[in-house]
């Protein structure tokens, strides 16, 4: 069921005396709240502390035992995990040729798939992300399906167990793009000290912000607020891969 947006308008108009109508033109950059730390390029240039690197090397001798050409893993090496800016991953790299499975930690620690060629792991050319130009292949129907039921079974008992977590949605996952992943939206005034890499068996993606207002009332007086957006000029070209790929399924914390 849906309320035409002008009959709301009018209804909120009539009961504060004021006159509400839509404004803008057409669309254009503004610059509100930074949440680039959740995009794959910025988690990427995140250099990594101490302990993490430690726990890479530990968890990387342990991935060693796993390279096996013949069913598509060539090497690994220690990288950064696009998912969670700041956490080490485990790089794996897998024949591009090949339809490969790889565990999504080692010790703990995440892991990173990137497709590519034994004469380029070889030659020390492969990339070391995830991260390519252009967007990612979609999700298959029925990965993205399944990450929808486990979303569902789980988005209402994180967000009441963690008073940190507010959103919690389905995208696709930054270190494996073949696999969907929960992104979970939390408040960046009381991120948790430890955010678990997998949650019900998907991949777990955070993004730390400010809480979504939507359920606020502004009909107790004005409200004031020293906070503003403007446009500015766009000094990038977007990518696919800079933005939670969220379809929909989308739950908020009441």
């Not at 591009?96 to 792991?121: K, L």
Request: proline residues 8%.
């Amino acid at each position: 069921m849906a309320n035409p947006a002008p009959t709301v308008l009018a209804e909120l108009g009539s009961q504060v005396d004021t006159t509400y109508t839509f404004v803008g033109t057409t669309d254009h950059p503004v610059s509100c709240l930074n949440y680039g730390a959740a995009t794959a390029t910025a988690a990427q240039g995140t250099p990594l502390s101490g302990p993490q690197l430690e726990l890479a090397q530990q968890a990387v001798g342990q991935a060693r035992m796993l390279i096996n050409p013949t069913m598509g893993i060539l090497g690994v090496a220690t990288g950064k995990s696009s998912d969670h800016a700041g956490e080490a991953a485990v790089i794996f790299y897998v024949d591009a040729s090949m339809n490969v499975s790889v565990p999504q930690t080692v010790s703990g620690v995440r892991t990173e798939v990137i497709p590519t060629t034994a004469q380029a792991v070889a030659a020390g050319t492969a990339p070391q992300s995830a991260v390519r130009s252009g967007a990612p292949a979609p999700l298959a129907s029925a990965v993205f399906n399944q990450a929808v039921a486990a979303k569902e079974q789980v988005a209402q008992s994180l967000m009441q167990q963690n008073p940190a977590y507010f959103g919690v949605g389905v995208g696709q996952s930054l270190d494996n793009p073949q696999e969907a992943s929960l992104v979970i939206y939390v408040d960046r005034r009381q991120v948790p000290a430890a955010l678990p890499p997998i949650v019900n068996g998907l991949r777990a993606r955070y993004v730390i912000m400010d809480r979504f207002h939507v359920t606020r009332s502004y009909l107790q007086g004005p409200v004031r607020s020293t906070g503003h957006c403007m446009a500015h000029p766009v000094t990038h070209q977007a990518n696919d891969m800079d933005v939670p790929l969220l379809r929909r399924h989308l739950s908020l914390q009441p």
